[in-house]
């Protein structure tokens, strides 16, 4: 189980994830954004999303794609 400040830091590098989804991010800076290492912050974000950052991301690509209008 997480602490309430582990949660609120990897949800901070989450909120940073969804401004930036199209760009790629590296995990250091993720990690930099939760304050946490990046062994640490994996380890976390793994826990609360049940993903890497990089599923994350990959999944967020696809969900934020527009449909292509029917001909």
Known sequence: ???KGE???VLEAVQTLRMHYQ???KVEEL???AAMSPPSFYQHFN???SM???Q???QMRSC????LSPR
């Open 1 to 3: 189980m997480l602490a």
């Open 23 to 25: 760009q790629p991010i």
């Open 31 to 33: 990690a930099a954004a």
């Open 64 to 67: 934020m794609r527009v449909p």
């Open 56 to 58: 994350y991301q990959k």
């Open 52 to 54: 890497t950052p990089l």
């Open 7 to 9: 949660v609120r830091r």
């Open 47 to 49: 826990a609360m999303t």
